[in-house]
């Protein structure tokens, strides 16, 4: 069975969600932004170890 082309790590949305995120928004921030529900995001975000970068 071919493997899903629509996992969230391939999502350009979802990868832009988490470029923001990174560039230091917040997660209500990157909601409002991106259209995709905060505690989806958030979801997504522990699952992957997305972390902001740090200074």
Known sequence: ???NPNTPK???R???A???YQAG???VDVA???GIKRTTFI???K???IFKNEL
């Open 10 to 12: 391939t999502i350009p």
């Open 25 to 27: 928004m917040s997660d």
């Open 18 to 20: 988490f470029k923001l």
């Open 32 to 34: 409002r932004n991106t």
């Open 14 to 16: 979802l990868q832009h």
């Open 43 to 45: 979801r997504y975000r």
């Open 1 to 3: 069975m071919d493997a």
């Open 47 to 49: 699952k992957y170890r």
